[in-house]
């Protein structure tokens, strides 16, 4: 068994303060994923089958899985950035390539907020099984479509779930990405080393997460959603008083964004932000910091080398 790392910091972690004297980072994630999933009337190999039901259409397209996800940027996504603007909240939209093509004005609209665009691959897909040349390939596409609705690169990455043993040294060496949220193994950032230099990784989360109103995931009302995420800020705020502590909120439009749910965000979000030593940021601001705490300068992105042109 190699390459694994079950020990982390061990109750030893950098005593690193966020910005603004807070302990306790939020990074609330907004996936945007719908137009990415896989379906034959997109030309792919077969439809997506997984959503509240879990249902395959072989063969012909599934028009009730695309009107399933359609929801999310017709209705979802409003609602969602309604209630972060009310508040004041910056958050990371963590984007496949696919989805942003077809609803630009997401990312327009996000960048407009103050929020960050990070990639989420091309295609709502897997990359666990990808060969070197096809995950380059998509790695490209996802960074040429978020560049263009955007404006400018992304600078994180998450793969749907299980990555190829190749993935991060393919950011790595396509020299864009500051970090990748290609782990679930902590609650605070770390580095791991690379031929390019120390690298952040910011690990995810899927408890607090919106997917758990699926397939048995133990949400049914939008008040579990808040009541769980809720538990889980008041203990890394008790905790933070002595370390740093970060927490990762994941949401999805098709999800979240339904009028029976929307509410448990907003609770949420309410309580955390009566707290004093928190701060809601983007991945990339809390990567950002991180480096700074460690003492790292500032990273900057190394031109992108020929073999990632999309």
């Known amino acids: 068994m190699t390459g694994r790392d079950f020990a ?39 439809n997506e089958h997984i959503y509240e039901a879990v249902e ?30 009310r508040r004041g909240v910056a958050v990371t939209l963590n984007a496949c390539g696919r989805a942003v093509a ?25 990359h666990v099984h990808m060969d070197e040349a096809t995950e380059r390939r998509a790695i490209a596409q996802a960074v040429a479509a978020i560049a263009g609705a955007a404006g400018t690169p992304p600078l994180g990455w998450h793969t749907r779930s299980a990555t190829s ?55 049914v009302f939008g008040s579990d959603f808040a009541r769980y995420c809720i538990d889980a800020f008041d203990r890394l705020h008790a905790e933070a008083r002595h370390a740093p502590r970060m927490l990762s909120i994941g949401l999805h439009t098709r999800i979240i964004g339904r009028p029976a749910r929307i509410g448990g965000l907003e609770a949420f979000l309410d309580h955390a932000l009566r707290h004093e030593g928190v701060w809601f940021a983007t991945r990339a601001q809390i990567a950002r910091a991180w480096r700074a705490g460690l003492g790292l300068p500032d990273w900057a992105p190394r031109p992108c080398p020929a073999g990632f042109a999309p």
Do not use: K
């Open 56 to 85: 395959r259409v072989e063969g012909v397209r599934d028009l009730c899985m695309e009107s399933h996800f359609e929801y999310g940027p017709r209705a979802g996504w409003p609602r969602i950035r309604d209630a972060l603007r």
């Open 8 to 46: 982390g910091y061990r109750g030893g972690a950098p005593d690193i303060t966020w910005p603004g004297g807070a302990r306790l980072a939020v990074s609330v994630v907004v996936n945007i994923e719908e137009g990415a999933e896989l379906s034959l009337g997109d030309g792919d190999e077969r």
């Open 165 to 219: 043993p190749l993935t991060r040294s393919l950011l790595i060496e396509q020299g864009g990405f500051l970090y990748d949220s290609n782990a679930y193994n902590d609650d605070l950032p770390y580095m791991v080393d690379t031929a390019a230099g120390p690298h952040v990784v910011l690990p995810y989360a899927f408890d607090t997460n919106d997917m758990r109103f699926y397939n048995g995931g133990g949400f």
């Open 102 to 126: 077809a609803t630009p004005w997401i990312a327009a609209e996000a960048v407009a907020d103050g929020h960050e665009v990070a990639a989420h691959g091309w295609r709502w897909e897997r």
